[in-house]
């Protein structure tokens, strides 16, 4: 069984930065795709950024310029590095690891864009 655990979220001024982590534990295959989704009160959950186990990256245009995700093959960890945030950029954000047509996801960190 698969468990990822998210960390790194918080309360963060407009223009500010933070920095997620997502650390996969348990049976893992070698090629996967991680990623970051989000979900604001209201809509439906969407794609910020995904990263395949090669490290090609996929980002949604309104991240692109801003967000950075990157990941440790290593620790099986994936970072999303998150710059000039704005207040729409407010929501839960969810970890995901694809692989074999298999997912898992985690359980979510609450980032809070606000002056």
């Known amino acids: 069984q698969v468990q990822l655990m998210e960390s790194g979220g918080g309360l963060v001024q407009p223009g500010g930065s933070l920095r997620l982590s997502c650390a996969a534990s348990?049976?893992?295959?070698?090629?996967?795709?991680m990623g970051w989704y989000r979900q604001a009160p209201g809509k439906q959950r969407e794609l910020v950024a995904t990263?395949?186990?090669?490290?090609?990256?996929n980002y949604a245009d309104s991240v692109k310029g801003r967000f950075t995700i990157s990941r440790d093959n290593a620790k099986t960890t994936v970072y999303l590095q998150m710059n000039s945030l704005k207040p729409e950029d407010t929501a839960v954000y969810y970890c995901?690891?694809?692989?074999?047509?298999?997912?898992?996801w985690g359980q979510g960190t609450q980032v809070i864009v606000s002056s």
């Open positions: 348990g049976r893992i295959f070698r090629f996967n795709i």
């Open positions: 995901k690891l694809e692989w074999g047509g298999f997912a898992s």
């Open positions: 990263i395949t186990s090669g490290g090609s990256t």
